[in-house]
C-alpha cells in the first residue's frame, strides 16, 4: 500500500518536473526523513512549480516567500497587532504557519531574517512575548538560491546550512525532454492537474514507519566512518558534524523506506552521501586549484571507506 503512495506522490511530481526522477526521489526522502530542503539552482527550472506539487499531492498548505534585503523577521514568523475591541495585542500568524513553506532565493535577505527562519526549522516552534507556538506537523522549509548570483547576497553560514538535511540541484533538461516541454505546455497550467494523492495523515504515518527502519550496527558504524573521513580528508577543510551523522541516518532510512524495504543497507547510505554532506563541508585551498568538485571529493572518500556486508532475512 504505501509503495503505491509513493508512486503515486512521484507521478504527481513528474507532472511538472520531467525527466528528474532521482531528484523528485530525493524530494520526497527529505520529507519522510522530517528534514528541511536547500535547491540550489539557476533560474526557470522548476522549483516553485515542484515545491506547489508538493504541497498539492499531499494536501498541504503552501506558502511563497520572496527573500529580499528589506525582509523583516515579523514577515515570516508574525506580529503582534494592536486590537481596538480587546484592548490587547494579537498575534498574527505569519506565513510559516503552514505545511510547505518556500524561502525563495534565501541568501537574499539578510542574516537576522535567516537566522529566525532557520531557528524555527530547527525546533519547529516559536515563542513570542506572551504565547508560545507549535507548527502543525507535517512541517518543511524549501528554501532555493542562486549559485551563480553573489552580488546582493548573504551567503548562509555554515552552523545555518547544516540545519538543512539535503541540498539538491534540479538541473537543465535534456533536449528531448525540453522539446516535450515545450509541445505539452509544462509548468503552471500542469499544477491545475494535480489532485492530492495522500492526506496530512498519511504522511505523518509513513514518518512514523521511517523512524521504525531497521538499522544494522554495521550500517550505522558505517555512516559514523565516512563522516569522520570527512574530518580528516586533505581535501577539506571543514568535516561533517555529529548532526550531519544523524541526518545521513534518517535520508538513509527514508531511503530504504522509498525503496520498499524495512531495513537500510549501505547502497542507502551511498546515495545519499552527497545530498546529505555536500553543503556541510568546505573544500581546501589545494583541492580547489586542484578544481575538485565536492562531489568528486565525496565518492573518493566512499571509495575509501570499508563497505559491510548485510545480511537480512
Do not use: W
Not at 205 to 217: R, T, Y
Not at 228 to 249: E, K, V, W, Y
Not at 268 to 289: C, G, Y
Request: aromatic share 6%.
Amino acid at each position: 500500500m504505501n509503495s503505491l503512495k509513493i508512486l503515486a506522490i512521484l507521478n504527481n511530481l513528474k507532472e511538472v518536473i520531467l525527466g528528474k526522477d532521482h531528484v523528485l526521489k530525493n524530494v520526497l526522502i527529505c520529507l519522510l526523513a522530517r528534514g528541511h530542503l536547500l535547491i540550489e539552482d539557476v533560474p526557470g527550472v522548476g522549483k516553485t512549480s515542484l515545491a506547489k506539487a508538493l504541497a498539492k499531492s499531499l494536501d498541504l498548505s503552501y506558502k511563497r516567500i520572496q527573500f529580499t534585503p528589506d525582509l523583516m523577521p515579523s514577515d515570516i514568523l508574525g506580529i503582534n497587532i494592536y486590537d481596538r475591541d480587546s484592548g490587547t495585542f494579537v498575534f498574527k500568524k505569519g506565513p510559516i504557519f503552514n505545511h510547505i513553506f518556500l524561502a525563495d532565493e534565501i541568501n537574499r535577505t539578510s542574516p537576522k531574517t535567516q537566522s529566525s527562519l532557520l531557528q524555527v526549522m530547527e525546533e519547529g516552534e516559536l515563542s513570542t512575548e506572551d504565547n508560545h507556538y507549535i507548527l502543525e506537523k507535517p512541517f518543511m522549509v524549501l528554501a532555493t538560491q542562486n549559485p551563480l548570483e553573489y552580488q546582493g547576497t548573504f551567503p548562509l553560514p555554515e552552523a545555518q546550512l547544516d540545519r538543512f538535511l539535503m541540498r539538491i540541484s534540479i538541473g537543465y533538461p535534456n533536449k528531448q525532454f525540453e522539446i516535450q516541454i515545450l509541445k505539452e505546455n509544462y509548468g503552471y497550467d500542469k499544477l491545475d492537474t494535480i489532485d492530492s494523492v495522500i492526506s496530512k495523515d498519511e504522511i505523518i504515518e509513513m514518518q512514523n514507519l521511517v523512524d521504525n527502519i531497521s538499522v544494522h550496527e554495521d550500517v550505522m558504524t558505517y555512516i559514523v566512518n565516512i563522516v569522520h573521513t570527512t574530518r580528516t580528508n586533505p581535501d577539506l577543510r571543514l568535516g561533517a558534524s555529529p548532526r550531519a551523522s544523524i541526518d545521513l541516518l534518517k535520508a538513509s532510512k527514508a531511503r530504504a523506506f522509498v525503496e520498499g524495504r524495512h531495513y537500510v543497507i549501505p547502497d542507502d547510505v551511498k546515495s545519499m552521501v552527497v545530498p546529505v554532506l555536500s553543503h556541510r563541508l568546505i573544500p581546501s585551498s589545494e583541492a580547489k586549484i586542484d578544481g575538485k568538485s565536492m562531489d568528486v571529493i565525496l565518492h573518493n572518500i566512499v571509495n575509501e571507506v570499508f563497505i559491510p556486508v548485510i545480511v537480512n532475512d
